[in-house]
């Protein structure tokens, strides 16, 4: 069946480090690609997306691309701030228009000032 | 606009009790999602909701999980009765309209510990 496996935590960096979280999936066809976050005390929230194969999906500072030949999606971000401390959780939704999400573990990120 | 809201946000109960959860989804959502999060893994979906009806509920443990939406609003999501590995975060999310172009808007949750 369709799964997701990312990169296990938790992760502490310091300020202004650069972030690599990865995450390869398995599912047949080309399924969306997601990116959700969880701040401490609030709810998931999409923090980026990918729908088909190249494509790269981008969001305050967060970069990944859909790379079909690898099977990753692979979440990046350049310079870290104290701010982004929150757990990061990459999700599939199969194709064929079902909407269904599909999630990793998800990994803690901890960012010191 | 307001967001996905549930109630209540944590529930302490005792094994072979029941419980039941709330959610009421963003105005204007057709479709509706329960996701169970166990400690330490993603969220695994319970049942979805298109309206009233629903989609899919092929991973709801149906012996002891029901839920519906009545009206094609707000949910509601029972577990009867609660056992021990029912221990989890239950998320709420709705979006305007099936496929993976809309996107999900999920609630804070609720906490469920049975003791």
């Known amino acids: 069946g369709d799964s997701v496996t990312q990169m296990e935590g938790p992760v502490t960096l310091s300020e202004e480090a650069f972030l690599t979280i990865n995450c390869t999936y398995t599912a047949t066809g080309y399924p969306s690609l997601f990116w959700y976050v969880q701040y401490p005390g609030e709810g998931l929230q999409l923090l980026l997306k990918a729908t088909k194969a190249d494509d790269k999906g981008s969001n305050k500072g967060f970069e990944a691309t859909y790379r079909k030949e690898t099977t990753s999606f692979h979440l990046e971000k350049g310079s870290v701030q104290v701010s982004d401390s929150a757990v990061y959780f990459c999700?599939?939704?199969?194709?064929?228009?079902?909407?269904?999400?599909?999630f990793g573990k998800g990994m803690k990120l901890t960012v010191n000032p | 606009e307001a967001g996905v809201a549930q109630s209540p946000r944590y529930k302490i109960i005792e094994k072979r009790q029941s419980v039941a959860f709330w959610c009421n989804p963003i105005?204007?959502?057709?479709?509706l999602y329960w996701y169970q999060q166990i400690l330490g893994q993603g969220p695994k979906l319970l049942i979805q909701?298109?309206?009233?009806?629903?989609?899919?509920d092929s991973q709801l443990p149906k012996d002891r999980f029901s839920a519906e939406r009545l009206k094609g609003v707000d949910s509601t999501l029972k577990i009867q009765p609660a056992k021990l590995e029912d221990s989890a975060v239950y998320l709420c999310a709705s979006s305007k309209d099936r496929g993976p172009y809309n996107e999900q808007f999920f609630g804070p949750g609720t906490r469920l510990t049975v003791l």
């Open positions: 909701f298109q309206n009233n009806g629903v989609v899919d």
């Open positions: 105005s204007g959502h057709a479709t």
């Open positions: 999700a599939l939704s199969p194709q064929g228009g079902s909407e269904k999400l599909v």
